[in-house]
């Protein structure tokens, strides 16, 4: 699909829960009926400082240690530390992913969206929702930014600049 002006960009978060349930390819099979692009992909393990960052909005909720232990996968053991970040493309992104994600609260979320059909609630109050989607286009982008860096997106999404860097120790392959 090329980069069209009316085109919109999403972040979309397989969350620890929704790993541990198996239902990756059950979620990706639903996120599929939006009809847009996967243009970014990856299997990420969350570090605090990302996960501080990407919920910095509930940073003075009383809840903000136990929503970074679960999207770090703290709570489900050391097989289960990870997420599935994507990037989607197309036209309405946002609100096509959100209405197919359902309400942030999975008691309230449509029961065949993936968060009514997935989702439940902790005893803490927890909303383990299976997923995360990005709320508006100024979310996306920053939350875009905060997951991936410019060249694991196909496309150029937003604007970039070349920089020297020093050479640093990188892992490769053997």
Known sequence: MPNSAK???TLVIIKPDGIKKS??????TKLAEARLMIIGAKVVQVSRELAENHYRH???KPFF??????IQGKTYGRNYERVIAL????????SRVRRIAGATNPEEADPVSIRGSYGRITTKGIYENVIHASSDPVEAEREIKLWFQPDE???NIYPTKKIKTEPQEVLVWA
């Open 153 to 155: 997106i196909i496309g």
């Open 7 to 9: 085109d919109e960009y």
């Open 23 to 28: 239902l990756t390819g059950n979620i990706l």
């Open 58 to 60: 509930l940073k003075d």
């Open 87 to 94: 990037v989607y493309q197309g036209p309405e992104a946002i």
């Open 65 to 70: 240690n136990d929503v970074i232990e679960y």
